[in-house]
């Protein structure tokens, strides 16, 4: 089931403000009109330039996952080494033993700018959220929480940057995260049903 519409009602679960989107070429683009008209103007660019472009992990930014004193990110990781790993996967990992760690908004945007979308079904843009490096990737997203740290008076410390805030294993039920697609995210495409193949493939 690679390609399918990215983030259409990623959104719908949560009580946050639900925009209108509109569905060109199977991706939502009315949250990142900026990004797209940045593709548009953009010369071609290699997939690193792309990455560190696009994906510009702006790590301690507003993500609409964060309540409270809670913050969601994702890290690119590995369950299956290969030898021949796509480029995308090569330099998400990179990326990752950077210490590198995405907010849902960040993957959704490079979904929709159509990263890695020579992998995609009929080379078309897809959720790398749900389909990481496409079919029989053996890579997934790890989901990881973070708590406000405090002070020794027990204030809490000014939310100046994602070091700000301390790695948990768990946070209160109420408040994690369920974006659409998260069922899939944390399943290498090699693992999930036909390999992560689009249902039309043959
Ligand atoms: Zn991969």
């Not at 569905?23 to 560190?52: C, D, F, H, N």
């Not at 090569?90 to 929709?112: H, K, L, P």
Request: aromatic share 10%; hydrophobic share 25%.
């Amino acid at each position: 089931m690679l390609f399918r519409s990215v983030s259409q009602s990623r959104y719908s679960g949560h009580n946050f403000v639900c925009f209108p989107v509109t569905i060109v070429g199977g991706v939502s683009q009315s949250r990142y009109t900026e990004e797209w008209a940045y593709r548009l103007l953009a010369p071609k660019k290699t997939l690193m330039q792309k990455l560190s472009g696009v994906i510009k992990s702006n790590p301690n930014g507003f993500s609409y996952l964060d309540k409270s004193i809670y913050k969601v990110r994702y890290r690119y990781s590995e369950r299956y080494s290969k030898d021949n790993s796509r480029d995308f996967c090569v330099q998400m990992m990179r990326r990752t033993n950077n210490g590198v760690v995405y907010r849902i908004e960040d993957i959704d945007a490079a979904s929709n700018l159509g990263i890695n979308e020579e992998h995609g079904h009929k080379g078309k843009p897809y959720d790398l959220f749900r389909f990481k490096g496409g079919v029989n990737c053996g890579h997934f997203w790890t989901e990881q929480l973070y708590q406000r740290k405090k002070n020794p008076d027990g204030t809490l410390k000014e939310d100046k940057a994602l070091s700000s805030n301390e790695q948990v294993a768990t946070i209160p039920k109420t408040y994690q995260p369920n974006p659409r697609g998260s069922g899939d995210a944390n399943t290498p495409p090699i693992d999930m049903p036909n390999n992560g193949h689009h249902p039309n493939n043959k």
